[in-house]
């Protein structure tokens, strides 16, 4: 399975919106609403932010929320805050039961 | 609250067999499926297999060979063994939960082992 593909960095100005990309198959992405993001500070696990394709699980910003179209999947970081400098990565469920990632991105607050 | 602790050695010699435990503290064990992700220096994630409490697994076919998980239930514990290392299994390994029965996004993390393979 190949991973899911992000671009490695986005960057925006204090209060901007910026957006993710991942883009998968019809055999991943495209076929289930199963799919996550997570954020990463350096040096720490990941922390989920986004599960099943834009949902938020309890005490994550609503600055954050998901879509997806056909195979691509997107996440945006709305009001964009110095905090949210991490590394983000999304996942999807595949049609052979297992999981996949994507590359990763970089986000970097100017 | 979930928490996850994991073990196991952090520097291994190539074909040696990477070894690490993760401890499950609070909520039920026997409800979830139990992966084991992988993260490289500088690298993303990825996902290298599940166990349930039974000892049905699903891996990453790209590892599949050479992975092998197991679980002690009376312990609440799973365990990861990778055989035949080589550098390029060095990465930071987590152990994790998915946030719901039969969810496919992972909530909690343990802390992550970092692994270095090197002669």
Redesign the interface.
Known sequence: ?S?LTQPASVSGSPGQSITISCTGTSSDVGAYN?V?W?QQHPGK????II??VNNR?SGVSNRFSGSKSGNTASLTISGLQAEDEADY?C???TD?????????TKVTVL | QVQLQQWGAGLLKPSETLSLTCAVYGGSFSDYFWSWIRQPPGKGLEWIGEIGHSGVANYNPSLKSRVTLSVDTSKSHFTLKLSSVTAADTAVYYCARPRGPGATAFDPWGQGTLVTVSS
């Not at chain 1, 696990?45 to 989920?48: I, N, V």
């Not at chain 1, 052979?96 to 990763?104: C, I, P, Q």
């Open positions: 399975q991973a199963y996550s997570y696990a990941p922390t989920l599960y099943n699980p990565c996942s999807s469920y052979s039961s297992t999981l996949v990632f994507g590359t990763g």
